[in-house]
Nanobody
Framework: QVQLVESGGGSVQAGGSLRLSCAAS????????MGWFRQAPGKEREGVTA????????YYADSVKGRFTISQDNAKNTVYLQMNSLKPENTAMYYC????????????????????WGQGTQVTVSS
């Protein structure tokens, strides 16, 4: 049974930083697309970033480029999301997602491309 457990959310002021973690278990960690999505109240869940665990390919939403960084630690079966220069509009529940195989530039941001999801961790950014 694949399990994804997010941690690291919290409340910060605008301009602050947070690092989210997604610990994966229950499958062979390598060669998967791991993504971070977020969902604000009343809005659709949107793709934030993704990484292919079998290599170094990363993908980012335009709104977070230059501020957010996704990384992985294969030894710990963990993917991280470093979020800097946070803005109030970044307030949302952040979810980790996983799917076997490569990430693709045309679909990494599509929640339908991922079959496994964590429970989410709340990020709140105050102005």
């Amino acid at each position: 049974q694949v399990q994804l457990v997010e941690s690291g959310g919290g409340s910060v002021q605008a301009g602050g930083s947070l690092r989210l973690s997604c610990a994966a278990s229950g499958y062979t960690y390598s060669r998967r697309c791991m993504g971070w999505f977020r969902q604000a109240p009343g809005k659709e869940r949107e793709g934030v970033t993704a990484i292919y665990t079998g290599g170094d390919s990363t993908y980012y939403a335009d709104s977070v480029k230059g501020r957010f960084t996704i990384s992985q630690d294969n030894a710990k079966n963990t993917v991280y999301l470093q979020m800097n220069s946070l803005k109030p509009e970044n307030t949302a529940m952040y979810y980790c997602a996983a799917e076997a195989g490569h990430c693709y530039s045309g679909s990494w941001f599509d929640r339908g491309a991922f079959g496994y999801w964590g429970q989410g961790t709340q990020v709140t950014v105050s102005s």
